[in-house]
């Protein structure tokens, strides 16, 4: 993992301008008209299509962090965007800006005394102190091993077993009161409370998560 330092043009302030790729009105002549006749001719110059087509373009970008690949590509796009409109002067500007760069390739290795590994854990970069908070999600998911119980599992996690019941990413669980099979071999069939856990299935643990203030709450 690295910090590289990038900047490209703010995508927001971009999509505004795309808005209206058409239309360019004199001053004078927006003193003339009242707002509403104004609107009406922004409106009427507007083309949805190209609104679409730009909308698609950058939202199906992998992401649009800083410093990504993708991130200067949806930066080239509407760069390109500002000059095709007519727009002069156009220029791209870089300054420094620290983000978390993962190449997908981080590790924690455990070993032993004598050096033999014993675990590899995947791990993710998170944003720097004071540049921004890095949020968890709202759960983790955690796969099953042989012998483990619901109420052990909770336990472990420090949550409620009923919370992760009640999860949505958990339906198969309760499915299984309902599913017409014997799923625990006891010889009844769809009994109340009947819950069996595979080894090696996922379990999702709805830990909470945090929540972004409002400002801070965006799609990257």
């Not at 009105?25 to 927006?30: I, Y």
């Not at 998170?126 to 998911?141: A, E, Y």
Request: net charge negative; charged share 25%; with cysteine.
């Amino acid at each position: 993992m690295i910090i590289k330092r990038y900047y490209y043009i703010s995508l927001w302030l971009c999509i505004l301008a795309l808005l209206s790729p058409h239309g360019s009105f004199a001053v004078d002549e927006q003193l003339s008209v009242g707002l509403s006749e104004v609107a009406v001719k922004i409106s009427d110059k507007v083309d949805i299509g190209r609104m679409r087509k730009d909308i698609a373009r950058l939202s199906n970008l992998p992401t649009r962090v800083t410093g990504y690949d993708e991130a200067a590509s949806g930066s080239k796009y509407i760069f390109d965007q500002f000059v095709e409109i007519g727009l002069q002067n156009v220029e791209s500007r870089e300054f420094p800006v620290s983000v978390p760069i993962d190449h997908g390739d981080g590790k924690v290795e455990i070993l032993s005394e004598d050096q033999t590994l014993l675990k590899t854990y995947r791990i993710w970069s998170i944003w720097p102190n004071l540049v921004r908070t890095s949020f968890l999600p709202n759960g983790v998911s955690h796969a099953v091993v042989q012998g483990e119980t619901l109420d052990g599992i909770a336990k472990s996690y420090r949550v409620d077993p009923q919370a992760i019941l009640a999860d949505p990413h958990n339906q198969y669980l309760r499915d299984q009161a309902t599913d017409g099979s014997d799923n625990d071999d006891d010889g009844e069939v769809d009994e109340p409370g009947e819950l069996v856990l595979v080894e090696s299935n996922s379990l999702f643990i709805p830990t909470g998560g945090l929540t972004a203030p409002p400002l801070l709450r965006r799609k990257w």
